[in-house]
Every structure is written in C-alpha cells, then in structure tokens.
C-alpha cells in the first residue's frame, strides 16, 4: 500500500532516510533530526512531501520530492530526492509502487518532468529505473555548494 506520509510518521521516515544513507555508505553525512523533518516536511512552509509504502501494517519504504521549475518547459518539474526500499522487502513491487504514484502525481499536477539522480555505481538501480522507461543522463554532472563553502560564498553577496 503506498500513501502520504503524516506527522506521525516522522520516526519511521527518519529510520528509512539513516538506512538509505547506510545502504549509500553516506551515515556520517546524516545529521537530520525528527524536529527538522517536522518542520521542513508539516510546518508553516513545507518544503518537501513524502509517500510511504507499506507492508503488512509496517512501513518498508519511502519517497521523499518536491517541485522545481523548468523555464525551458514553462512548467513544474517533480523531483524525487530519495526513493528507498528496505532490503529485505525488495523485489515486492514497492519501489515501483512508489515510482508509479509520483508519475501520477506528476500528470495530475501538470509537470512537464519528473526527475530523480542515481550513484553512478549503483547499477541495480540504474537497470531498475531504465527497465521503467527512464533515461540515465550522462552529459548532466551534479553540482553542489555545502558547508563553509556556501558560508564563505554567500558572504561575498552584495
């Protein structure tokens, strides 16, 4: 069963959101707080949504997007941030459940795209997601600030 993530279910987003990053051998990058993911995700200014898919009354998996905007289209873009299945519920469909239900969000929203990055190693992913009709883009490079970098750029704002 997929369905939207409430308030209630911060702790188990917050379980999913350290297992992902365990699983990309990223943990020491997670410093998130279930006050945060209160905030950002149900608070005045939502700043992303999340679906969680269930099993037997548990959940085993989540996606967490938000919009971004394509001037080349005109339109609203659906960006997934993480998508994440425990390992051990795998190979049921939920990935795909999840998948399926943001694109229908997509359409129902009117967004031109519906986009997602993947680690260049993680090649059941890769495989996964082009068996689904999707495109891996390799002329595209993530670019990222973070950090004192981003603290000491901001600064130089006039």
Known sequence: MIRPATSSDIPAILRLIRALADYEKLSHQVVITEAQLRE???????????????????????ALYFHTYSTFLGR????????????????????????TRLAKVAVERGCGRFEWMVLDWNTPAIQFYESLGAVVSPEWKLCRMTGEALQRFAATAT
């Open 76 to 99: 609203p873009s659906l960006y997934l941030e993480d998508l994440f299945v425990l390992p051990e519920n795998r190979g049921q469909g939920h990935g795909k459940a999840l998948l």
């Open 40 to 62: 950002h995700l149900f608070g005045a200014r939502p700043y992303a949504e999340v679906l969680l898919a269930e099993e037997a009354g548990q959940v085993v998996g989540y």
